[in-house]
């Protein structure tokens, strides 16, 4: 079973983290002025709807690879709705286009296929488990 890792530790000076998985980085923050951010960078939620959203860019590139269909172009805008105390993801809607190089493809059934093999889309479906495990200062 495959499994991914990434780490984030604080931005010193700010009350930001930065994360990062092998060579690539982001970095985590609240809205300026909102219990001590800075908005120097992205916000849980938003980052939960670009998982969801670029996922789903790179799995029409997997699929439309597979097909043999040259991909033009991909838009992907993704609504994330959010309810309660706390704030918890309720839903998100995907408005997905794509172009294909060949306006004959059928970029339809890559879209579908794409939906069908969506690693997060399909993980934030079937719900899955989070566990903390609180670790010990040295």
Not at 79 to 92: D, F, I, K, Q, Y
Not at 123 to 135: D, E, L, W, Y
């Amino acid at each position: 079973m495959p499994t991914l890792t990434v780490q984030l530790r604080n931005i010193p000076d700010t009350e930001a983290a930065a994360g990062w998985a092998g060579g690539h980085t982001i970095v985590v923050d609240r809205a300026e002025g909102k219990a001590g951010g800075m908005g120097l960078g992205f916000n849980g939620g938003q980052l939960l709807a670009l998982a969801i959203g670029g996922c789903f860019c790179n799995d029409i590139r997997y699929v439309a690879h597979e097909m043999g269909i040259a991909i033009a172009t991909i838009e992907v805008d993704v609504e994330l709705s959010l309810r309660g105390e706390p704030l918890v993801a309720s839903g998100a809607t995907m408005r997905v286009r794509a172009t294909a190089a060949d306006p004959s493809a059928d970029i339809a059934a890559v879209i579908r296929r794409a939906e069908q093999d969506s690693t997060v889309a399909n993980s934030m479906k079937r719900g899955f488990p989070v566990v903390t495990i609180p670790a010990v200062p040295d």
